[in-house]
C-alpha cells in the first residue's frame, strides 16, 4: 500500500505558475512509477504527465509537453509537477497516482493502482 497527499494546488491567472507536490507512504516509493491526471467538470479524467522509478524517463500528454514537468525526489518521498505559461483550459482538479510498472499503461488512468484525493487548481483568464 501506498498513501498519497497532493498540495499546492490554487489559483492563478493565465500566463501563471504554479507547483504541485505529491507526498507518498507506505511501501518503498522509489518501486513506482508516478503520474499526474486531471479532470475537469464534466469531463473524463485524463493524463497530464507520467515518471519511471528513477526519474530517468518521462513522458507528456500533448496538451501539456513544453509548459508542464515532472519530477521526483526519491529521498523525499514526492513527486512535482511543475506548471508554467497556465491556460484557462488547464483548470481541472489533479490528482497523482503510483502504479509498479513502466510502460504503455502509463497514460491510462485505470492502469493505476493508488490515487491521492486530488488538488484544484483554477486558472483565470
Known amino acids: 500500500q501506498v498513501q498519497l497527499v497532493e498540495s499546492g494546488g490554487g489559483l492563478v491567472q493565465a500566463g501563471g505558475s504554479l507547483r504541485l507536490s505529491c507526498a507518498a507512504s507506505?511501501?518503498?516509493?522509489?518501486?513506482?512509477?508516478m503520474g499526474w491526471f486531471r479532470q475537469a467538470p464534466g469531463k473524463e479524467r485524463e493524463f497530464v504527465a507520467a515518471i519511471s522509478w528513477s526519474g530517468g524517463s518521462t513522458y507528456y500528454a500533448d496538451s501539456v509537453k513544453g509548459r508542464f514537468t515532472i519530477s521526483r525526489d526519491n529521498a523525499k518521498n514526492t513527486v512535482y509537477l511543475q506548471m508554467n505559461s497556465l491556460k484557462p483550459e488547464d483548470t481541472a482538479v489533479y490528482y497523482c497516482?503510483?502504479?509498479?510498472?513502466?510502460?504503455?499503461?502509463?497514460?491510462?488512468?485505470?492502469?493505476?493502482?493508488?490515487w491521492g484525493q486530488g488538488s484544484q487548481v483554477t486558472v483565470s483568464s
Open positions: 507506505g511501501r518503498t516509493f522509489s518501486s513506482y512509477a
Open positions: 497516482a503510483a502504479r509498479v510498472s513502466w510502460d504503455s499503461g502509463r497514460s491510462r488512468h485505470n492502469e493505476y493502482d493508488y
